[in-house]
């Protein structure tokens, strides 16, 4: 028992004490085999509104919230093989006591097979997409990317994936086999697995251009008991982006997506969205940024739904790893043409990481 108190302390000390470097804190090295830490703390303090579609005030609150909290671990064994481990919080108003619900969000080894041109992953991992444009837009802490906030796709699933980078990095591929379910249902074992990828040229420097391709039932395919897992719906996602700027100084894109879902024994429902965002380093810490989506489907008239998003604000970095942004938070919605209410969030949000 003494002894792990002395490591525990002696690591403790080590967290501390060890310089920050890129991805995290070393607490350990020795040699080709590292041990680093890493944490991130999305938090706010906003007034939220939500109003019907009669104008009347349906909801409305001021409170601070931590919506995001990460500690990542992660071990090298050496250059070509390491670990993963992260866990997450998040809010689940659901939950009648504890609604700090801390869960996995990435579990997985990766390893090398073939240079930077074959890499694997096996286990809960990163789903092609979504870590990639939030690189990118660099604003998640305000607001997640299209198809995160349309439900369209996980952040992570549990399977295997292939990713690398070829032509010296002009050309990169991320493709992986999953459960379809996602990180917030592991335990929904379908009767398939789901295929997500994602393909990318950058020709010249700054210049982004991808592709994604998703299909699959999302864990709701089960069997001998179909429906097990809610209606048998088939989803089948394609999206192209195309961004332009330079890595610390500016940063624009668009997105266009394609979701259709196929209920086994139904009618195909099939959702059309596009985004337009940007932001941009201006002096002395201070940026901007924004972005503009728009979601829509093709039923009929009295039926179709329609989704209009913005956001932006103003930023300032006080000190490296910690961002503070007052931003404005707007989403409307209609349904056959009649205005079915909106929700507006304004406050500080701010990101905290080492």
Not at 5 to 24: F, H, N, Q, R, W
Not at 314 to 325: G, N, R
Not at 330 to 342: E, S, V, Y
């Amino acid at each position: 028992m003494k002894a792990t108190i002395k490591t525990i302390a002696a690591l403790a000390v080590l967290a501390y004490s060890a310089p920050a470097i890129a991805g995290g804190v070393s607490v350990y090295d020795n040699g080709d085999s590292k041990l680093k830490l890493g944490g991130k703390i999305f938090s706010d303090v906003t007034s939220f509104k939500s109003t019907n579609g009669a104008g009347v005030v349906t909801k409305r609150t001021k409170s601070a919230r931590i919506s995001r909290a990460y500690l990542t671990t992660k071990y090298y064994f050496n250059s070509d093989w390491m670990m993963r481990i992260t866990t997450d919080v998040n809010l689940d108003p659901a939950l009648t006591k504890k609604n700090n619900n801390i869960f996995l969000k990435y579990a997985y080894l990766e390893g090398k097979l073939y240079g930077k041109a074959i890499v694997l992953r096996a286990g809960q991992s990163h789903t092609p997409w979504i870590d990639h444009e939030e690189e990118l837009w660099g604003h998640r802490y305000v607001e997640p990317v299209l198809i995160d906030t349309n439900h369209y796709d996980a952040s992570s699933d549990l399977g295997l994936g292939l990713k690398g980078s070829l032509a010296d990095g002009m050309a990169k591929y991320f493709v992986t086999y999953t459960n379809g379910a996602g990180y917030d249902h592991p335990g929904r074992i379908g009767n398939s697995m789901d295929v997500d990828s994602r393909f990318g040229l950058y020709p010249i420097e700054g210049l982004t251009l991808d592709v994604q391709y998703r299909n699959g039932y999302r864990g709701t395919k089960t069997s001998p008991t179909p429906g097990l897992n809610g209606t048998e719906t088939k989803s089948t996602l394609t999206q192209v982006m195309a961004t332009y700027g330079m890595e610390h100084d500016y940063r624009v894109g668009a997105n266009y997506a394609i979701n259709k879902k196929t209920p086994t024994g139904g009618v195909a429902v099939k959702e059309n969205a596009f985004a337009l965002w940007g932001w941009a380093n201006i002096t002395n810490g201070f940026g901007v940024f924004a972005r503009y989506e728009n979601t829509k489907d093709d039923q009929l008239a009295a039926s179709k739904n329609k989704k209009t998003h913005y956001a932006g604000g103003v930023e300032y970095s006080p000190t490296k790893h910690v961002t503070l942004a007052l931003a404005l938070d707007h989403t409307k919605a209609t349904l056959g043409g009649l205005n079915n209410g909106k929700t507006d969030r304004i406050g500080l949000w701010t990101q905290t990481k080492f």
